[in-house]
């Protein structure tokens, strides 16, 4: 409606300019058509037969302006909205984006976590048979000292009895010679 309303303030200005002043080149600007390129619509007739516009349309420059004005007046808001509705859009993706990046991180701490617990239960595995090591090298080492004990004692058993029968043997080779005659001595 607006677009109308400036078109026909266009064309007021247009003729009451054109009626006033001839056409000048500082302000105006001639737009005509000709023969060649007016170019046949569905309902038109051939070319041949069409009607030659006789005079060149000339359009004030105040025209244009206000035609200018109108047709930005008529899609600036749209496109302004259109603007707000992509800026919103970009910050939404943004968001997005930055929620996308912190989930990941979760997942990844997850992972690590499931990493972290078969950790945990392979050292808690390896653990035990540390523990299980050990108590098997005390109890060889209570082995071992019972051993070595048993050694000492059936090592000084042994001597003890290698003693005694040496002992034993001296005694009886003393009384082997005491047994053995003497002969008396002749005084």
Known sequence: MMTNNMETEGRA????????DPPQNTGSYEFSLTPQDSRPTEDSQPA?????????????????E????????????????SKQALLELNQNQVILLDTLDQEVTKFRECNSLLDLNSLFTEAKFYHGKLVNIRK????????????????????QQRQKEAMEKEQQREKELERERQLIAKPAQRT
């Open 136 to 155: 098997d090298m005390i109890m060889l080492h209570e082995k071992t000292t019972k051993l070595k004990k048993r050694a000492l004692k059936l090592q």
């Open 48 to 64: 041949e037969k069409s009607v030659p516009i006789e005079e060149p349309i000339v359009v004030d420059r105040k025209a244009i």
């Open 13 to 20: 200005d247009e003729s009451s300019s054109s009626q006033r």
């Open 66 to 81: 206000k035609l200018t004005e109108g047709l930005l007046s008529h899609y600036l808001p749209d496109l302004y909205s």
